[in-house]
């Protein structure tokens, strides 16, 4: 099936620090969802991603669609203590619209 | 607008047993999927319900069931527990089939001794 691997697969940096994750895959995703889980928590839905090229934002978030379709990129700007957790990627697989998830990226600000 | 819950939040069973979970999706939502998530395996799809009818199923033994109620409510059933089952399962509901967005509720922390 199809597999989707995150980088880095941890960060740690300084509170104000701008972070950059990617999520790639060797096929082709149509949609692609960003999650964040706090610990003990359940992921919850940051931005999602439904065309190739697409850039949105939510806040101090921005994630695109990659051209290719086989790959997405998170960025948070001006990082703060509440942005630790897990970011995951996911998206549906193509012939059975499973979601798949990412491998995850741990975040660590400190101050 | 309520979120999805899950209940128990925290559950220890012994091996051999058995468990149920319950998950109540956002009002409107149609659509349940469960998943496993262990530090080893991450986040791992279980199965997902539609109109009380399994659209989906991943590669898990048969020992893993559920099923989804007229009203959209799920149930998740896991027989003859084994260690390896210890994990946090999360629910997650949507609106139409699950293709896409998705909301997650808490989950259910399983402890198997």
């Known amino acids: 099936g199809q597999q989707l691997n995150q980088s880095p697969q941890s960060m740690f940096i300084q509170e104000g620090e701008d972070v950059s994750m990617n999520c790639t895959s060797s096929?082709?995703?149509?949609?692609w969802l960003w999650y964040k889980q706090d610990p003990g928590e359940g992921p919850v839905l940051l931005i999602a991603?439904?065309?190739?090229?697409e850039l949105t934002s939510n806040g101090r978030l921005t994630a695109q669609f990659g051209i290719t379709r086989k790959d997405s990129f998170l960025n948070i700007s001006a990082s703060i203590p509440s942005d630790v957790g897990i970011y995951f990627c996911?998206?549906?697989?193509?012939?059975?619209?499973?979601?798949?998830f990412g491998t995850g990226t741990r975040l660590q600000v400190f101050p | 607008k309520a979120g999805v819950t899950q209940t128990p939040r925290y559950l220890i069973k012994t091996r051999g047993q058995q468990v149920t979970l319950s998950c109540s999706p956002i009002?409107?939502?149609?659509?349940v999927s469960w998943y496993q998530q262990t530090p080893g395996q991450g986040l791992q799809f279980l199965f997902e319900?539609?109109?009380?009818?399994?659209?989906n199923k991943g590669n898990f033994p048969g020992r893993f069931s559920g099923r989804q109620f007229s009203n959209s409510r799920s149930e998740m059933n896991v027989s003859t527990l084994e260690l390896g089952d210890s994990a946090l399962y999360l629910c997650?509901?949507?609106?139409?089939?699950?293709?896409?967005?998705?909301?997650f509720g808490p989950g259910t922390r399983l402890t198997v001794l």
């Open positions: 009002s409107g939502h149609r659509s």
């Open positions: 319900y539609f109109s009380e009818t399994q659209r």
């Open positions: 991603l439904y065309k190739a090229g």
């Open positions: 096929s082709i995703f149509n949609t």
């Open positions: 997650a509901s949507s609106l139409g089939r699950a293709r896409g967005t998705q909301y």
């Open positions: 996911a998206g549906p697989e193509y012939n059975t619209d499973k979601l798949i």
